[in-house]
């Protein structure tokens, strides 16, 4: 089967340029380092990841996919940024991380390869990247085994989004470079929960992150009007 790439070029080329940086704290990826306790804690939670089977889709450099690997996952990450997966191979060699492994492959392409074949499937911040969110929605419904957690995590797509994610984020903190995030992909929640649903997850878990400025801190809360995380599960029957 003949399976047509979910992504956007200038959106690869974008992450490709700055893969180099990516283990870099201090650079423009500093966010995804600060809320990576945070995100893993989470998922660890709710689907205990010691001796799991993981897939992490779009895992870039690898920072969540590195995170769930010591934590005792056997973890896969998949990206379609070459040089994105180099870093983060690289950063296993060094960091001799172990169980973890990474693939150039889309998520359509591994479900149609692989369906049914992980405990559990992270997607984080990479849904308001691609032109076919759903798609990968159900993707990762098909790699999942039955009773097995899928979680994601995205930005709403409201007036205080647009002025925290975009104008705050990228203009006026410059935590992130301009141009990272387009307004329009943007996904609201009860949007995702529908493509959830049509994929036949059943959302289970919904928490919201938030920053303060001043402080430098991130934490979950109920508030989901900006960045949110979903706890999915597929049914057993």
């Known amino acids: 089967m003949t399976v047509s790439v979910n992504a956007d070029p200038a959106e690869l080329a974008k992450f490709s340029e700055l893969a180099h940086r990516w283990w870099d704290p ?7 380092h600060q809320i990576n306790p945070l995100r893993l804690d989470w998922i660890n939670q709710l689907s205990p990841l010691e001796g799991r089977k993981v897939l992490d889709v779009g895992c870039g450099g690898g920072i969540l996919s590195d995170s769930m690997a010591r934590k005792g996952a056997e973890v896969t990450g998949i990206d379609l940024a070459s040089k994105a997966l ?3 191979r690289l950063h296993a060699l060094e960091a001799e991380t172990p169980r973890v492994q990474y693939r150039e492959i889309s998520v359509e392409e ?3 390869e692989c369906p049914g074949s992980f405990d559990t499937v992270t997607c984080m911040e990479m849904l308001e990247h691609v032109p076919d969110p759903q798609s990968v929605v159900a993707a990762c419904a098909r790699l ?13 797509r409201n007036a205080k989004a647009f002025a925290l994610a975009i104008v705050g984020a990228e203009y006026l903190l410059k ?3 301009q141009g990272t995030h387009e307004y329009a992909k943007f996904i609201r929640p009860s949007e995702l929960a529908s493509a959830c649903r049509q994929a036949g997850l059943d959302v289970l878990h919904t928490r919201g992150m938030q920053y303060n400025p001043v402080t430098g801190r991130y934490w979950l809360s109920g508030d ?3 960045n949110y995380l979903f706890a999915t599960r597929r049914p057993t029957a």
Do not use: C, H, Q
């Not at 201090?26 to 995804?32: N, V």
């Not at 999942?144 to 709403?156: A, H, L």
């Open 144 to 156: 999942v085994k039955p009773g097995g957690w899928v979680f994601f995590s995205t930005i709403n």
């Open 224 to 226: 989901t009007d900006v």
């Open 86 to 88: 180099r870093v983060a």
């Open 175 to 177: 935590m992130l470079p």
């Open 110 to 112: 591994l479900a149609n």
């Open 26 to 32: 201090d650079s423009e990826f500093r966010p995804l």
